[in-house]
Structure formats: structure tokens, C-alpha cells
């Protein structure tokens, strides 16, 4: 007996090894699975994030600079921006948590075939006003999403207020913070306040289709109790029949749930869809030799206004001239000066070219170099700052070392901490900042490192010192030298040497000539000149 037990329990021992064994595999195979699915799902949740928002910056570098005037475009955008960053990781995560519902359903189903297949459609019906509830919500929602896109970007204008470095300096010096903060607030509420009100709509109308389901399922236990009593079929069948059936119905409402989370995903990926629709010029612009740039009668209201800001413009650059823009704030120079640089298309009248009107103003991009009036500061390097004047070309170091110097910036650069490499931005590690000046002498290195033929200067000195200004303005001949100049300028003594000077008054040019004959004219020019000597005598 005991050798029996004894032998008995070693063949126990011996079996349960290899189940111990299986467990324990099977524990770590699990596990393991587990541990690469995780990985997938979410190095796949970065690759989608990655992919789609490339998908929303092509389209919106491609866009025209016209389409940023328009409020309806930053909605467009924003609405992109926001699908592309959670809608299609949702759409993946809801695919597979689908696959496996489905799963789970069909087992229930096959099981419910052979006990009672007349309960299934029963299983259905009882699931349709949760979804009919929740297809209401998602249309709901996505119209709200809709309704606040304005709002919300004026929202997060004010948190990027709020937390910029640019900003931060004016906004402690005016106090400025709390009443900022009380209008993020006031738009916050607007926000939740919609959000509120959908969701109580959705609460009542989920409550509703849930107990119209409920209804479903009780007549189905009633019609079971009933043929029970009758003797039709025995308890053990229906009990097993609508336990069955609240598995199957729970899973149908699962899986409702997420189709219309789908759904919701689908809407949303609508938006991106309208986003990257919008048209955008798809061929490279002709490649021309530059002449004799001309506005003729140009006029031009910006998008969406219908105020003329140019009325019959004719202004003329020829290769080699400098031609200055003069007048008061808002008479249309920069905005001649944007048009004559291809980045608007005129409403009336026409650029041309050596005579012929340019039918693709892109070309008169590829022509210019902008050193515009709010030039950009990107916070990169300085080297950076420079060769984006040309950055469809390798980076010339030797070229940009030139440029800065020929806009007096070679120095300043130099002593950066790590030189042209150093971050202009303090928010970076080992960041460094610039003066007004010096960064506005880097946005004329940039000028100088496209080497255009044609240039254009708006304001190019207003953050200069006078003997900067002086300099640059004494040399601009020869430091574009066989290039067309355009300048823009409040300073009189600093365009007296243009090859023309153009005084604009109200969108139209009311004088023209040089210097000498436009104060022998004794019109606005002269008038203005005049009063800006004096108050330097
Ligand atoms: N993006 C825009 N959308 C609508 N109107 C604009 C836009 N930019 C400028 N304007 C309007 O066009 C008119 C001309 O502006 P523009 O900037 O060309 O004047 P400016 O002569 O360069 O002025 P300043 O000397 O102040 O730089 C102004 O009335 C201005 O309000």
C-alpha cells in the first residue's frame, strides 16, 4: 500500500510537471505577447500621429498666403490639426477593441443558434436605440466641434499669450495677465458650457434608449415565463436562453458603442480630409530671367474685405535702379510691395515683366528677396537665420559668413557663445538673445544670402542706429549692386538718392520722380520732407 501511494504520488509528481511547466510557458507567453503588442500599439500611435500631422503641414505650407486671411481656413486648420492628433489613433484602438467584441459575440451567437436561434434578432432590436442615442450624440458633438472652432482658437491665442516668451515682458510690465486670464476663463466657459448642454442631451436620450432596451429584454423574460407556465419549453432552456441573450445584447451594445466611436473618428477625419482638399498649385513655377518689374493699375482689396487698399497702381522698377516708397501709415506700400513679390494675386490690373503680365506670381517669389517689416526671428541658429534665404540649396557656410558681413553682422554673430551654431532662441539650452538691430541685420544677411535680383526693403533700418542706417542706406548701391531695389522708408534722408521716389496717399501714387523734382514740385513730398529736416535742425 505504501509502495502503491508512494508510487502514486511520484506519478502525480511526474504528471504535474509538465502541466507546471505549460502554465508557466503559457504565463510568460502571455506576458510576452502582451509586452510586444504594447510596443506595436503604441510605436504605431506615434507613427499615425507623425504620418497624419505631416499630412496637415504639406497642405498647410502649400496653402496660399491669400487663404491665411481668412478666418474660415485657421478653422479648416484647426480642425485638422485636431483629427490628425487623436482621431486616427482612435480609429486604430477601436478597430481592435471591434475584432475582439466581435470575437466574443460570435461565440455567444453560435451558442444561441442552437438553444433558441429566435432570440438573436430580438438580441439586435434591443440594441438599436442605444445606437440610434449614440449616432445622435456623434453628430451632435461633431456640430458643436464645429461651432466652437473660432473660439477655441481665440482661447488658445491667449494661452500662447499667456505662457510665450515674447510676450512675457510686456504682459508683467502692464499687469496684463489677469485680464488675459479672465477672458481665457470667459472663453473656457463658452466651451464647456456648449459641451455641457450636449451632454446632458446625450445623458436623457442614452437613459431613454436604455430603458426602451430594457422594455425589449423584459417582454422577452415575460414571453419566457409564459412559455414555462405553458409547458412549451422547460426553466433549464430559458434560463440559459436569456442569459444568453443579456450577453449578446451587452455585447451588441458594446460594439455600438464602438462603431460609433468610428463613426465619430470617420466625421472627424472628414474635417482633415476637407482640410488637405483645399487646392493648392501642384507644378513648379516657370523659371524666367528678371527685367523690368511693373505694376500696372494694379488694384487689390484684401480677402475678405471689400475695401480697396490699391486704386490704379503704376510703379516701375528697372534691373539696376533703386526706387524708394513714400507716405503715410496705411497707404498701400507694403502691400504693393507684397504684390509686386508674387504673394498676392492683384484684383484689377497686372504685374509685368519686361512688358508681359506674369500668369504665375510664383515666379516673381523665385525673383525677390523680402527683408519684410516683421520679419521673422526663428529661434534656431544663427547660421540658420541666414541660409533660409536660399533653403533649397546646400548650406554655403562660406557664403553666409559673406552675407552677414555685408549686412554688418559678421562681429555680433562671432561672439556668440558658440557662434553662428548658437540658439537664438533663450528657451533652448545654451539659447542666446539679440537686439532689435542685430536681428534685423540678420534678416538683411538673409536677404543677402538669396541673392535675388530683385529686393525689397520695408523698413529695413527701423531698428538700426543712425550710423548703422546711415551706412547700410550710403552702401545699398553697391552692396546690390545690378539688382533691382525696392525700398520702403519713413526716413526722408534716406531715400533722397533713389533712382525714383513713389509718395503713395490713400491706396493711389499721387507723385513720382527724384528728389530734386518732387521739391521742385512743391507737393506732399516736398511738404513732408521739409517737416522732417526741421525737426532735425
Ligand atoms: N492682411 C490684411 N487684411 C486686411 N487689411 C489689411 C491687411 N494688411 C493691411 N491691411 C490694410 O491695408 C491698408 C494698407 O496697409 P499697408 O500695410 O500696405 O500700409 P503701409 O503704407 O505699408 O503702412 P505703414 O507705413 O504703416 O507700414 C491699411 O489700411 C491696412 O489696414
Redo the contacts with the bound molecule.
Keep these: 500500500m505504501a509502495t502503491l501511494e508512494a508510487a502514486g504520488g511520484n506519478g502525480f509528481r511526474a504528471a504535474s510537471i509538465p502541466a507546471a511547466l505549460a502554465i508557466v510557458v503559457l504565463g510568460s507567453a502571455a506576458g510576452i505577447v502582451r509586452a510586444v503588442s504594447t510596443r506595436i500599439q503604441r510605436m504605431l500611435t506615434v507613427k499615425v500621429d507623425r504620418h497624419a500631422t505631416a499630412i496637415v503641414l504639406r497642405s498647410a505650407v502649400q496653402a496660399e498666403l491669400s487663404e491665411f ?1 481668412d478666418p474660415a481656413f485657421h478653422d479648416w486648420l484647426q480642425r485638422a490639426v485636431f483629427a490628425s492628433r487623436s482621431r486616427l489613433t482612435m480609429l486604430v484602438t477601436a478597430t481592435v477593441a471591434i475584432g475582439q467584441t466581435v470575437l466574443a459575440a460570435v461565440a455567444i451567437a453560435g451558442t444561441f443558434v442552437s438553444m433558441a436561434w429566435w432570440l438573436l434578432p430580438v438580441a439586435a432590436v434591443s440594441a438599436l436605440p442605444v445606437l440610434k442615442a449614440a449616432r445622435d450624440d456623434r453628430n451632435s458633438r461633431h456640430r458643436l466641434h464645429h461651432a466652437l472652432s473660432e473660439n477655441r482658437r481665440r482661447r488658445e491665442y491667449l494661452e500662447r499669450l499667456l505662457t510665450g516668451r515674447d510676450e512675457a515682458k510686456e504682459i508683467r510690465a502692464l499687469r496684463l495677465g489677469r485680464a488675459l486670464r479672465d477672458r481665457w476663463d470667459a472663453a473656457y466657459r463658452q466651451e464647456i458650457q456648449g459641451h455641457s448642454e450636449a451632454n446632458r442631451r446625450y445623458m436623457w436620450s442614452s437613459l431613454g434608449a436604455r430603458a426602451a432596451a430594457d422594455v425589449v429584454v423584459l417582454a422577452v423574460v415575460g414571453g419566457g415565463i409564459w412559455l414555462v407556465a405553458v409547458s412549451v419549453i422547460d426553466l433549464a432552456t430559458v434560463a440559459s436562453a436569456l442569459t444568453g441573450l443579456w450577453f449578446l445584447s451587452t455585447r451588441a451594445q458594446m460594439l455600438g458603442g464602438l462603431l460609433s466611436g468610428i463613426g465619430e473618428s470617420v466625421l472627424y477625419l472628414e474635417d482633415l480630409r476637407t482640410f488637405t482638399a483645399i487646392p493648392s498649385p501642384q507644378t513648379t513655377p516657370p523659371r524666367v530671367v528678371m527685367g523690368t518689374v511693373q505694376a500696372d493699375q494694379v488694384s487689390f ?5 471689400d ?1 480697396p ?2 486704386r490704379d497702381v503704376t510703379v516701375a522698377v528697372k534691373p539696376g535702379e533703386v526706387i524708394a ?1 513714400v ?12 504684390i509686386l513679390a508674387g504673394l498676392y494675386q492683384p484684383d484689377d490690373g497686372s504685374v509685368l515683366l519686361d512688358g508681359t503680365p506674369v500668369a504665375d506670381i510664383r515666379v516673381l517669389r523665385d525673383l525677390s528677396a523680402v527683408v519684410f ?1 516683421d520679419f521673422v526671428r526663428y529661434k534656431l541658429s544663427a547660421i540658420d537665420n541666414v541660409t533660409f534665404g536660399r533653403p533649397e540649396a546646400p548650406v554655403d557656410v562660406e557664403r553666409a559668413w559673406r552675407a552677414l558681413a555685408q549686412a554688418g553682422a559678421d562681429a555680433f554673430v562671432a561672439s556668440l557663445p558658440t557662434g553662428a551654431e548658437t540658439i537664438l532662441g533663450k528657451e533652448f539650452a545654451c539659447g542666446a538673445d539679440l537686439s532689435g538691430g542685430q536681428w534685423q541685420r540678420l534678416a538683411i544677411a538673409r536677404a543677402f544670402y538669396r541673392d535675388a535680383p530683385f529686393v525689397i526693403l ?2 529695413p533700418t527701423a531698428a538700426l542706429d543712425p550710423k548703422a542706417e546711415d551706412d547700410l542706406f550710403a552702401r545699398i548701391r553697391n552692396l546690390f549692386a545690378n539688382r533691382s531695389v525696392l525700398m ?1 522708408s ?1 526716413r526722408f534722408s534716406s531715400v533722397r538718392h533713389a533712382d525714383r521716389i513713389y509718395v ?1 496717399e490713400d ?1 493711389r501714387v499721387i507723385e513720382e520722380g527724384t528728389h530734386e523734382s518732387l521739391m521742385a514740385r512743391h507737393g506732399t513730398y516736398a511738404q513732408l520732407f521739409t517737416i522732417q529736416a526741421r525737426s532735425y535742425r
Design positions: 486671411e482689396a484684401y480677402p475678405g474685405t475695401r487698399v490699391l516708397l507716405g503715410e501709415n496705411g497707404s498701400g506700400k507694403t502691400t504693393l510691395a507684397k517689416q520695408d523698413e520702403i519713413h503713395m491706396g
